[in-house]
């Protein structure tokens, strides 16, 4: 069985992009201890301008809303980043691996700089080398599969190329990863602005379903969505009518349709939109009473994580301490 690794940074509260580009693939994977690892990656929360409390509690908040979603921790493991030691200490070796160069040329990398420097705040040096953070935590586990959206795509060909580097100077020590996206929704976009993605840390949150929103928050949102001007009907077209091929998208990753083929089935957007609104809240909704559920009881949450942390260090441990040995670093 091929190993997954995953994760989510609780950089914000969980959206429908988030949901539909990765979580669910987690969930729809077979799932089994130690083939299914799935984090709440909060180091990579601390790259950008964070808030303590904040982050602690959407760390919670993110594991609570994983497991309302279906992840089941006596078939995965499912754990916090920075309970397992094992990401930090394989990153350095990764940092010894990587260049400067490659890292500067990661466009997420370019995009949060930009926003850091505009907003005044100086950039950390962490946002630079999240990517190599990011590579530890899939090698440690030496997980094939990475289900992620769209977005993430070039970190885990980063990922790929430091494995491939890595063992060819010290010998096979990674498995080489590979990404998967699913097949409709990899990239959701925000339903104001259909040309940026759907992102959990943006201020202006009208274009973004949270998971937690409320259904009557969810219709408002969607029945405000920015469609395209022009009267040339309901048609899938990415480039031309990206609002309208958003809420395709969304509607047929919700019922299992195909976008261009739906999309037939619509003369006018109110129509469309209020089908999308449905779907989303209908899809949302066991979601959140499972929710409800779990947040009552933090400390069976806790457990898990606890749990899962355990079980993640030693599936980590023997990778890292064999890519330490092979560096050339005397051991203990
Ligand atoms: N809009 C999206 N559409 C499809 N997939 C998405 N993902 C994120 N946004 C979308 C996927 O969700 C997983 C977890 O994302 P992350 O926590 O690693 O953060 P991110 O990729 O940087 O995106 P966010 O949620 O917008 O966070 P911020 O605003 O902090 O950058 C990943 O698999 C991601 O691809």
Same mark, same amino acid.
Do not use: A, I, R
């Given at each position: 069985m091929t190993r997954i690794f995953s994760g989510i940074k609780p950089t914000g509260h969980m959206t429908l992009g988030n949901y539909l580009g990765a979580v669910r693939q987690w969930v729809a994977a077979d799932q089994e201890p130690d083939d299914a690892l799935f984090c709440v990656v909060d180091l990579h929360a601390l790259t950008v301008e964070h808030e303590p409390a904040r982050v602690r509690r959407l760390s919670r908040q993110a594991a609570t809303l994983l497991i309302a979603a279906g992840l089941d921790p006596r078939r995965c493991t499912l754990f916090v980043q920075s309970h397992v030691d094992e990401h930090t200490r394989l990153a350095y070796l990764l940092e010894c691996t990587a260049s400067d160069g490659e890292l500067r040329r990661m466009i997420q990398y370019k995009e949060k700089a930009a926003k850091a420097q505009a907003g005044g705040d100086g950039v950390r040096l962490s946002l630079l080398t999240y990517p190599v953070l990011m590579a530890a935590d899939i090698l440690a586990y030496g997980a094939g599969e990475v289900p992620v959206g769209e977005d993430q795509r070039q970190h885990v060909e980063l990922t790929r190329d430091l494995a491939v580097r890595f063992n060819q100077r010290y !010998? +096979? *020590?990674?498995t080489v990863p590979r990404a998967t996206h699913p097949a409709v929704a990899a990239r959701v976009m925000d339903l104001?602005?259909? *040309?940026s993605k759907m992102g959990k =840390? +943006?201020?202006? !949150? =009208?274009g973004i379903v949270y998971l937690l929103d409320e259904p009557g928050v969810v219709r408002k949102k969607v029945m405000r969505a920015v469609t395209d001007s022009g009267d040339g009907g309901v048609v899938h077209d990415r480039q031309a009518r990206p609002g309208v091929a958003n809420l395709l998208d969304i509607l047929a990753a919700c019922t299992g349709g195909d976008p261009a083929a739906l999309a037939d089935g619509y003369s006018g957007y109110g129509a469309l939109k209020r089908d999308v609104a449905d779907a989303v809240v209908e899809l949302l909704r066991p979601l959140r009473e499972r929710h409800a559920e779990l947040a009552a009881d933090p400390a069976q949450v806790d457990k898990v994580l606890r749990e899962g942390a355990e079980r993640a260090r030693g599936l980590a441990r023997p990778v890292v301490d064999r890519a330490y040995e092979a560096i050339g670093l005397l051991r203990p």
């Open positions: !010998g +096979h *020590t990674f104001q602005d259909p *040309t =840390s +943006h201020e202006n !949150g =009208s």
